[in-house]
């Protein structure tokens, strides 16, 4: 079954930048063009961050950006804030399935 | 405002049925894909079912497909989710979600989500 691979977590300091990958085999996800990211608070729904690999949603931070090279789909979040503490998945639809999610990334704000 | 909001789940017996309904309002309803996802609390979320606007096109997880089945009424603006032969595997935290605008894939951008709904899969 195809899967997105995250990092289990990844953290920084106020103000800082840092990039979430979300890895797989590209062929299998449409060459990523679909990738989207969700970030979700403890007891929450997911939020939509970013859509379409790079689109954001009405309301999203500008400091959210997403992009893909090769395999991998990354979130980048620039000026890191308190409250960008959370977990993040990324998805995408796969040729062989409905759709998977990654395995997460936790983002702690040091 | 755009608003999803699922009925109550509850506790099922393995092998039993349920239906999980999503009031939506504050959009075209019958212009948008909608989307059932669950989520195992602690666990990361899984696409469960997808359905087109029109509700002419459908698709589902493998883990589901045969056992649930997704439909909508856009006449009251709902969004249905039929589950049977459920297991305990099904026990999840059950969320429609609104899709953006926009052709196939079935699965992109999802911008509006209900607040869940736990289903609970027990005897």
């Known amino acids: 079954q195809s899967a997105l691979t995250q990092p289990a977590s990844v953290s920084g300091s106020p103000g800082q930048s840092i990039t979430i990958s979300c890895t797989g085999v590209s062929s299998e996800f449409g060459g990523f063009r679909y990738v989207s990211w969700y970030q979700q608070h403890p007891g929450k729904a997911p939020k939509l961050m970013i859509y379409d690999v790079s689109s954001r949603p009405s309301g999203i931070s500008t400091r959210f950006s997403g992009s893909t090279s090769g395999n991998t789909a990354s979130l980048t979040i620039s000026g890191l804030q308190a409250e960008d503490e959370a977990d993040y998945y990324c998805s995408s639809y796969t040729i062989s399935s409905l759709g998977v999610f990654g395995t997460g990334t936790k983002v702690t704000v040091l | 405002e755009v608003q999803l909001v699922e009925s109550a789940g509850g506790l099922v017996q393995p092998g039993g049925s349920l239906r999980l309904s999503c009031a939506a309002s504050g959009f075209t309803f019958s212009n948008y894909v909608m989307s059932w996802v669950r989520q195992i609390p602690g666990k990361g979320p899984e696409w469960v079912s997808v359905i087109s606007g029109s509700g002419d096109n459908t698709y589902y997880a493998d883990s589901v497909k045969g056992r649930f089945t997704i439909s909508r009424d856009n006449s009251k603006n709902t969004l249905y989710l039929h589950m049977d032969s459920l297991r305990a595997e099904d026990t999840a935290i059950y969320y429609c979600?609104?899709?953006?605008?926009?052709?196939?894939?079935?699965?992109?951008?999802?911008?509006?989500w209900g607040q869940g709904t736990l289903v609970t899969v027990s005897s």
């Open positions: 979600a609104k899709r953006v605008s926009g052709t196939l894939p079935p699965i992109r951008g999802f911008d509006h």
